[in-house]
């Protein structure tokens, strides 16, 4: 359970645990652009694709560890708009994090292609039919989607950063297992 002034163990080690997925799985995208050979685009963008199933797995275990363990209630010294934004991006998170993996599974599918997680198991082509137009059209907006994704992410950072070094209210601790939290 959450003691009062910080989010539990679980849902520390998932939130960062899924930061450094993200990070790597869009890093291994911009690496995947610059391949030499079409199959080497391929090879490193499965590492991408089977990233991006376990996030959707670990996503959906942080939603619900959330219903059983709820967040700490708010930062008292934050004002209504930090709080309603902060609200606004956490959703936006959740939300991309679901639906960019499942676009990602049915843009995939449009090629008529499984989803190898790491030659471990396959998720099958959904039965979708093939059109690679359409296929093109959600990879492009999947890569848009991961734009906003980036800048919210250093919006997030910086909020975070902001108000722990310069406010001083402790804000990244709440996220941490050590360090003073302010009620
Ligand atoms: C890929 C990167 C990241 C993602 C997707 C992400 C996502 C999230 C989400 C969804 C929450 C809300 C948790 C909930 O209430 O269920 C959250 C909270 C938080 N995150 Fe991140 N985060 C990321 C990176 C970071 C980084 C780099 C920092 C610090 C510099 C950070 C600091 C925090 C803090 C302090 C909270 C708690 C905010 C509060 O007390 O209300 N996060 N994050
Ligand atoms: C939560 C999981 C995922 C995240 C955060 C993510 C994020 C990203 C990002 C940041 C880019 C680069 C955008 C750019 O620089 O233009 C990208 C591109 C791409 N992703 Fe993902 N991705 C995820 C899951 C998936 C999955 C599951 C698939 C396929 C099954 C997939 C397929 C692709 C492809 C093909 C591209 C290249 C798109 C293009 O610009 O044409 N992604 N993704």
Do not use: C
Request: no cysteine; glycine share 10%.
């Amino acid at each position: 359970m959450n003691s009062q002034a910080r989010y539990s163990g679980l849902a520390m080690l998932l939130h960062w645990t899924i930061a450094v997925l993200v990070i790597a799985t869009w890093r291994i995208a911009e690496a995947a652009e610059g391949a030499a050979t079409r199959e080497a685009k391929g090879a490193i963008m499965s590492n991408h694709f089977a990233l991006g199933v376990v996030i959707f797995a670990l996503v959906a275990a942080r939603l619900v560890w959330r219903q059983v363990s709820p967040p700490p209630a708010p930062v008292a010294g934050h004002r209504g708009w930090e709080r309603t934004l902060a609200r606004l991006v956490h959703f936006a998170f959740y939300a991309l994090l679901l639906v960019m993996p499942i676009a990602g599974w049915v843009a995939l599918s449009s090629f008529g292609g499984p989803i190898s997680v790491f030659g471990l198991f396959e998720l099958p082509p959904l039965p979708v039919g093939i059109d690679e137009a359409r296929g093109e059209a959600i990879f492009e907006i999947h890569g848009a989607a991961g734009i906003t994704l980036l800048v919210l992410i250093a919006i997030h950072a910086l909020a975070a950063l902001k108000h722990t070094l310069v406010d001083k209210d402790g804000t990244l601790f709440r996220m941490l297992p050590f360090g003073r939290v302010k009620g």
